[in-house]
């Protein structure tokens, strides 16, 4: 897993470039296998939020997002 942060980007940025790196990934092709990814986010608003808890926010939401994939497939 990896974790970058974007100073100074509100929801809209952030909503925006998750968006263009999955489009990115998804045309991606690698003969015989297929690459997914999942982009959690979290927006530090507040001064007296801790980085750690917008990390965990972040973190949640990577794996919730794994998650609804699984759920997916399975309902395929």
Do not use: P, W
């Not at 897993?1 to 968006?19: A, G, I």
């Not at 997914?36 to 801790?50: F, L, P, Q, V």
């Not at 980085?51 to 919730?64: C, G, P």
């Amino acid at each position: 897993m990896n974790c970058n942060f974007l100073s100074q980007t509100d929801v809209e940025t952030t909503d925006k470039t998750r968006s263009r790196i999955k489009q990115a990934v998804s045309k991606t092709k690698i003969e015989y296998v297929i690459i997914y990814i999942s982009i959690g986010y979290a927006i530090k608003s507040r001064t007296d939020e801790y980085i750690s808890e917008v990390h965990k926010l972040a973190d949640n939401r990577t794996y919730s997002e794994e998650f609804n994939r699984l759920i997916f497939f399975i309902k395929e």
